[in-house]
Antibody
Framework: EVQLVESGGGLIQPGGSLRLSCAAS????????MSWVRQAPGKGLEWVSL???????YYADSVKGRFTISRDNSKNTLYLQMNSLRAEDTAVYYC????????????WGQGTLVTVSS | DIQMTQSPSTLSASVGDRVTITCRAS??????LAWYQQKPGKAPKLLIY???SLESGVPSSFSGSGSGTEFTLTISSLQPDDFATYYC?????????FGQGTKVEIK
């Protein structure tokens, strides 16, 4: 059974850094496309970042240059390093994965809340 | 970037009603569209992919149609468990964007 479990969220001051983790089970992260999707409080879904199985990475313009997606194959875990955080980055961050190469998301974690505030 | 626009933003309906939600893309996305259902405090759940393919385990009361720039999600007979927010998402090209959501509430 595929399972995604996020962690690492919390309260952080503007300008600070935070690293989110997504522990996967039921499959190997290196073999699949993995993504982060966020949802600001009371708002809609926003795709944030993607890492393909070949290691290529993609970012939304809103986070480009500040966020870095990566994975640790030995830990079967996906990461999102978030730097220079802003108030508008406040959101629940979901780890999500498509079952194949088409980028719709079959599998989702439960989400982790990041609050950027002084 | 391709913009996805859903209508309506909110929909009031009764149990048993037929409900239709529209999603329009700012340029053609062929059939590369997915629909999700989200309930408060929960992760989204995939309902439909490739515009009209029903995800395994999703009730057949849900159906999707469309191609190019206009798509619809239809619930043939609304059930109490269907009151939720629905999102479309294109996966035609980078960046992969969502519609703003349609909240289906009890009338």
């Amino acid at each position: 059974e595929v399972q995604l479990v996020e962690s690492g969220g919390g309260l952080i001051q503007p300008g600070g850094s935070l690293r989110l983790s997504c522990a996967a089970s039921g499959f190997t992260v290196s073999s699949k496309y993995m993504s982060w999707v966020r949802q600001a409080p009371g708002k809609g879904l926003e795709w944030v970042s993607l890492i393909k199985s070949d290691g290529s990475t993609y970012y939304a313009d809103s986070v480009k240059g500040r966020f870095t997606i990566s994975r640790d194959n030995s830990k079967n875990t996906l990461y999102l390093q978030m730097n220079s955080l802003r108030a508008e980055d406040t959101a629940v961050y979901y780890c999500a994965s498509p079952s194949g190469i088409y980028l719709y998301f079959d599998y989702w974690g439960q989400g982790t809340l990041v609050t950027v505030s002084s | 970037d391709i913009q996805m626009t859903q209508s309506p933003s909110t929909l009031s309906a009764s149990v048993g009603d037929r409900v239709t939600i529209t999603c329009r893309a700012s340029q053609s996305i062929s059939i590369w569209l997915a629909w999700y259902q989200q309930k408060p405090g929960k992760a989204p759940k995939l309902l439909i992919y490739k515009a009209s393919s029903l995800e395994s385990g999703v009730p057949s009361s849900f159906s999707g149609s469309g191609s190019g720039t206009e798509f619809t999600l239809t619930i043939s007979s609304l059930q109490p468990d269907d009151f939720a927010t629905y999102y479309c998402q294109h996966y035609n090209s980078y960046p992969w964007t969502f519609g703003q959501g349609t909240k289906v509430e009890i009338k």
